[in-house]
Structures are given as structure tokens and as C-alpha cells.
């Protein structure tokens, strides 16, 4: 069972959790996702099946869009509604104004420090391993994008949040970082992921659809085609010879068209591989059996 399949996640699950009940309803093990969902949080986790697995790292640096909701006046260890609780503060008088003049210095490339809790490893140990063993650790900041970043509501002391932002970018952080700009804390009561790349919210698959379509036998009708997560990807048609040699492993030659790296098909509009550009040449860097 080869393709991506459009997993809505829902709350109180860990990303694996969900892995592990993708693996028993469709009967697929090879099963990966992209983008880590923290149990707290719902939406889009997409998932590769069978040779789907191996373009998961294609989505790797694809926007994201997600609707997060805000409470101010609370710090907790985690910056997320899951944590303990650290500080309680009053909430100051906010209006529409001075909220969007604190969000205007979160958008574009900014300096974020991830959370303490996250998977980011330090000596190969992850920190939130660390941070419940009691150990303090220096987290450095690191540069990221926030596209987009609009206030959708403002319910003191719940402000709706929707952010499109790159690659390494933490909601939570961005929670905790806003409640120190207002000067009452703040941490990030829900969130919801409505896009991963082309994927959206509105298209994807809950736990019980699927447990649906495999009672009446139609699971695959649910996958996406295994290149939908290449579409950003220059497209290559091949004759049959050259198709037969990248399937076999060896370098082929076409123009180059200012790209180094492309999806290549067959005439008859079979994935055969992704190539790359050395010198002259292009590799076989991912071939999909036929």
C-alpha cells in the first residue's frame, strides 16, 4: 500500500500513538509522518505508506498554517496548557491596537528559543528528556519565519491567533515570547494545524473514517498519490531507455533547466525516480519500484 494518507490528528494523542493506529487499520507497516503534533495539539499529520515513507523529507521545508489560541496571565514549564503552572499574573487592558503592535516584531525572520520541552536533542538526549530530569539546559536561539501572523480574535485573556510560518518555528514559543512583550506571561492554550504544505485541514482523514473505509474494504481510496508531496518539484518525462537506466541505477543526461534536483516519470506517467544533478549527469537519487 503505497501513497500519503491525510491524517487528522486528534487531541490527546502522541504523533506515534497515531502512527501505530495507522499501522493497524490499514495493515501497511512501513508508516512515517512529517511534522510532530504535540499530544495537545489537532489537524494535519500527514503520513507516508509503503514507498510514501521515503518522500516524507520532501515536506520538511513546506510552510504550515496553524490556528492557536492564547491564554495571558499564565506561564507554565512547557508553555503550553499541559505544563505546571509558574507564574499567575494580571492580564493588562489589551485592545485590537496594542496587540497587533506586540505581534508586529513576531513576524518575518526572528530569534526564537524553543521551548524546554521539545525533542530538540542536546548531546543526543532530547530536552524535554532532560528538563524532567531536573536539569537546566541553555537553549540556544535560532533563526525562523513567520509568514503570516494575524489576530483573529481577542477574548482577554484568550487572544485566536492564525500563524503561516517555515520550517522549526514553535507555537508555544511564540506564546510564551508574547506574554513577555504584554508583561503578564502567557501560554498557549490550543492548537490547531489547518495546512502542511498542500495538504489542508479540510481534506483529511479522521481515525474513524479510517476505521470506516477498512470495515468496508477501501482504505486505498483515501491515499494520495506518493508524488502529491512533490509537486513543487520539476517534473522530467523519460523514454523507455533512460527510464530502464535509472531504474538499474545509473546516471543519465538531459537539460538541466537551472534545477538540480527534479521528479522523473515514465511515458506512461509512472514515478520512476528523484533525480539529482552531478556535474553533467543526473543520479538516481530515490528510484520507486515499478
Known amino acids: 500500500m503505497d501513497g500519503i494518507l491525510n491524517v487528522v490528528k486528534p487531541s490527546g494523542m502522541t504523533s506515534f500513538d497515531v502512527v501505530y493506529r495507522v499501522r493497524r487499520l490499514t495493515g501497511e507497516r512501513r508508516v512515517g509522518h512529517a511534522g510532530t503534533l504535540d499530544p495537545m495539539a489537532t489537524g494535519v499529520l500527514p503520513m507516508g505508506l509503503g514507498q510514501g515513507v521515503r518522500v516524507m523529507q520532501f515536506m520538511e521545508n513546506t510552510t504550515k498554517l496553524y490556528r492557536a489560541v492564547v491564554r495571558l496571565g499564565v506561564t507554565t514549564d512547557t508553555d503550553d496548557a499541559e505544563g505546571r503552572v509558574l ?54 536561539a535560532r533563526t525562523v519565519t513567520v509568514l503570516r501572523l494575524d489576530l483573529l480574535d481577542v477574548a482577554p485573556p484568550l487572544l485566536t491567533l492564525e500563524v503561516e510560518c517555515g520550517k522549526g518555528t514553535y507555537i508555544r514559543a511564540l506564546a510564551r515570547d508574547l506574554g513577555e512583550v504584554l508583561g503578564c506571561g502567557a501560554h498557549l492554550q490550543a492548537l490547531e494545524r ?47 531507455e533512460k527510464a530502464r537506466a535509472v531504474r538499474n541505477g545509473q546516471s543519465i543526461a538531459f537539460p538541466a533547466d537551472g534545477t538540480e534536483q527534479c521528479r522523473a516519470y515514465s511515458w506512461e506517467g509512472e514515478l520512476v525516480a528523484i533525480l539529482r544533478l552531478k556535474g553533467q549527469l543526473w543520479q538516481p537519487y530515490k528510484v520507486f519500484a515499478s
Open 194 to 240: 489547518r495546512r502542511v504544505g498542500a495538504f489542508v485541514l479540510e481534506d483529511g482523514v479522521s481515525l474513524d473514517d479510517l476505521e470506516t473505509a477498512r470495515r468496508e474494504g477501501r482504505v486505498e481510496e483515501l491515499l494520495e498519490p506518493v508524488d502529491a508531496v512533490l509537486t513543487q518539484m520539476v517534473a522530467a518525462i523519460l523514454g523507455d
Open 87 to 140: 507564574a499567575e499574573r494580571p492580564v493588562p487592558d489589551v485592545t485590537r491596537a496594542s496587540l497587533e503592535a506586540a505581534l508586529e516584531r513576531f513576524r518575518g525572520r526572528i530569534e526564537q528559543v524553543p521551548p524546554n520541552y521539545s525533542a530538540l536533542k542536546r548531546g543526543g538526549t532530547p530536552l524535554y528528556k532532560m528538563a524532567r530530569a531536573g536539569k537546566e539546559v541553555d537553549v540556544e
